[in-house]
């Protein structure tokens, strides 16, 4: 081969590398913009999603008169926390907090208890009827609650319960769904574990409490927060279960503030500020438990 055909096959080489790179660059360059479109897409949308919440915390520092004329304004012409003040200190707010932590604390620990040991009955446990009981259990969920709430104010007048806080309790310590995660939570464990603890001599009872229970944290935490959420958040049962002031939850309690039963005029500022100390301790469970929510991989087991 001569110099110049050398020369030709280096140039040629060269131009095809370069034909070959460009298509890369541009594909980046494009990636890259869809990526900054995409962000600033969610970027939006979640501005869209937390702009009320700011202007809940914002108005809650505000005078009456100025929430009343700047409802949506991010800025009070004056930062006062009279609306606090008055929520804590001539109210029954900490009465209504207290009632509310007190059935969410019970109602949380005996889902907790309850769901799991139904869901791993329902999972483990062969006896008769077991097909209909699930079946049961979906039908359930299917069903809406405000359809169950007659029914349920019934069962509890009948019983002797209503207007306390065993009434307030007692029919929100199972959920179907609770049980229905516990149940496909148990079936994706190993029976091989469940088998060695039987050889080393533990009953059914002991292998779930001591051997199944501590792999399903990852469901318990999420039965944790919905149960605490949940139960947190109630209305309807409360509304049908007590009628006592002394029993007042902090849902009824907030409901009374705006629909204007316990003030007058707007009083936007003690209403929202109401509302904003109440989405506390759900923000708070939340983000302390979010990473571990059905997380599976912490309950793989090797065979």
Do not use: C
């Not at 009456?64 to 029954?92: G, I």
Request: net charge positive; no cysteine; glycine share 6%.
């Amino acid at each position: 081969m001569t110099t110049t055909q050398a020369r030709t096959v280096t140039v040629a080489a060269e131009s095809d590398s370069r034909r070959h790179a460009r298509p890369p660059a541009r594909r980046s360059g494009r990636m890259t913009v869809g990526r900054v479109l995409l962000y600033a897409a969610l970027i939006a949308i979640a501005a869209i999603y937390i702009y009320p919440f700011l202007i809940q915390v914002v108005t809650s520092f505000k005078t009456d008169p100025d929430a009343a004329s700047n409802a949506a304004s991010l800025l009070p012409q004056t930062w006062t926390t009279a609306a606090y003040q008055k929520l804590f200190l001539t109210s029954d707010f900490p009465l209504w907090f207290k009632n509310s932590a007190i059935v969410t604390i019970f109602v949380t620990v005996g889902r907790v208890f309850f769901d799991s040991l139904a869901g791993y009955a329902l999972a483990r446990l062969h006896f008769r009827g077991r097909g209909a009981i699930f079946a049961g259990l979906v039908a359930v969920m299917s069903v809406p609650l405000v359809v169950l709430l007659i029914p349920k104010f019934l069962v509890i007048n009948t019983l002797g319960i209503y207007d306390s806080y065993t009434g307030m309790i007692l029919p929100l310590l199972v959920d179907a769904a609770g049980v229905f995660i516990m149940k496909n939570f148990f079936e994706s464990i190993p029976v091989s574990v469940e088998e060695q603890a039987r050889i080393d001599g533990a009953g059914t009872f002991r292998v779930f409490w001591s051997v199944v229970l501590p792999m399903a944290t990852p469901a318990l935490i999420t039965i944790v927060i919905l149960s605490f959420q949940g139960s947190w958040n109630e209305l309807s049962h409360f509304i049908i279960s007590t009628q006592s002031p002394q029993l007042t939850t902090l849902t009824k309690g907030v409901a009374s503030l705006a629909s204007g039963q316990l003030s007058q005029g707007t009083q936007y500022p003690l209403k929202l500020a109401a509302a904003a100390v109440m989405t506390i301790p759900v923000a708070v469970m939340f983000f302390i438990f979010q990473r571990r929510i059905m997380n599976s991989s912490e309950g793989a087991v090797k065979e």
